[in-house]
């Protein structure tokens, strides 16, 4: 057991405290696994994403004491009504990375347009796309939200940022994650090398590693769908559900809490799948390929799992827009390659 020297505030003495795990940053494990990143941009822009999840959950966590709830008063591309939360986490978002020089585009669910890096700020070579407030039906009702990511790099460094720098299929991102805010917060990534958790430890405002090389385990154990839907399905989808909801070895139970970053991350450490899909509010699924359902999918297959629009994967699919709407079907590979036959075959009869 790790021994380390802590100083209690209150006498000021030393006293030795045991750490189950030795303290690891997001970017001492970054430079140390991956020193290919160690000349900095990537680094950094996990620094500042870890830094704006911060700032988020000092509000998400003290929501009821703040006037931060309920609605700004404003809709937002997607025609929803915008919360207070949604809007500070876009602005945290935007403010902490439109001028340090690592990016030349963003792309954000709250804002219509793609963001282009103001001209008095240099310009980087990443481009970063994000839902800042993903499940925000959840905010007012104190359940688990979270903040998704993507990081890919720009077409053409020549180039100031352009709105195709956004519109690159989720195969070629250079790192995805998200941002859990729940009884802790977490900040799970990959760059490439496997998935990687890190929990925010409130004393020292850093997040350490926690959970290292995430991995869908073999067995799963959930499945994540809103049946309230299942009269707007396709046959296919119904049939797959059944099959979901009979399934004896291994029985899965029903968990959904209506927030995708949530759902995920149970299924990801006890294994199970996440499924959206055409229903009659979203005749093409509800959640949103850029910057939901394509950091999701690289996420996924780095742990083991896969991630499809019911046809193929989701890592092939090219945004033709930025608030694109896909179908997703995400988690264990088994349970998602399932859907596709189940939803070929009824689609072939
Ligand atoms: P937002 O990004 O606008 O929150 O929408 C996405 C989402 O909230 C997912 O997180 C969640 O799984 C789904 O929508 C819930 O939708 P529904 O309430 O229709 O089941």
């Not at 990375?97 to 282009?116: F, K, V, Y």
């Not at 359940?143 to 940022?161: C, N, P, Q």
Request: net charge negative; hydrophobic share 35%; with cysteine.
């Amino acid at each position: 057991m790790r021994q380390a020297v802590a100083i209690s505030k209150s006498s000021g003495a030393c006293s030795e405290i045991s750490m189950s795990k030795p303290a690891i940053t997001i970017e001492r494990f970054l430079l140390d696994t991956q020193p290919e990143y160690a000349k900095g941009d990537l680094t950094a822009i996990f620094y500042d994403l870890a830094l704006a999840g911060k700032m988020i959950a000092s509000q998400t966590r003290r929501a009821g004491l703040l006037d931060i709830l309920g609605y700004q008063g404003s809709v937002n591309i997607q025609g929803e009504q915008q919360r207070t939360l949604d809007v500070y986490a876009d602005e945290v978002m935007i403010s902490l990375n439109d001028h340090t020089g690592r990016l030349c585009a963003m792309a954000s669910e709250e804002q219509e347009n793609w963001i282009p890096i103001p001209d008095q700020y240099p310009k980087g070579n990443y481009v970063l796309v994000f839902d800042p407030l993903d499940g925000s039906s959840n905010i007012d009702i104190n359940v688990s939200i979270g903040t998704i990511f993507g990081v890919y790099h720009t077409l053409d460094e020549a180039k100031r940022g352009r709105l195709e720098d956004c519109l690159q299929p989720a195969r070629n991102l250079v790192a995805a994650g998200y941002i859990l805010y729940g009884t802790s917060t977490m900040l799970i990534y990959s760059a490439g090398q496997g998935v990687h958790g890190f929990t925010l430890d409130p004393e020292l405002g850093e997040f350490l590693l926690t959970h290292k090389n995430l991995r869908f385990p073999e067995v799963p154990t959930y499945y994540s769908l809103n049946l309230g839907a299942y009269p707007y399905w396709t046959p296919g989808v119904r049939q797959y559900a059944d099959w979901l909801n009979t399934l004896k070895t291994p029985r899965l139970s029903q968990r959904y809490i209506g927030s995708l970053v949530a759902d995920f991350h149970r299924n990801l450490l006890y294994g199970g799948v996440y499924v959206y899909t055409g229903e009659e509010k979203y005749p093409e699924g509800k959640i949103r390929l850029l910057y939901e359902a394509g950091p999701m999918a690289f996420l996924a297959e780095q742990a083991g799992g896969y991630a499809s629009d019911g046809t193929g994967s989701l890592l092939d699919i090219t945004p033709t827009s930025l608030h694109q709407r896909t179908q997703i079907f995400v988690g264990n590979k088994h349970l998602v390659q399932k859907a596709e036959q189940i939803i070929a075959t009824s689609q072939a009869v």
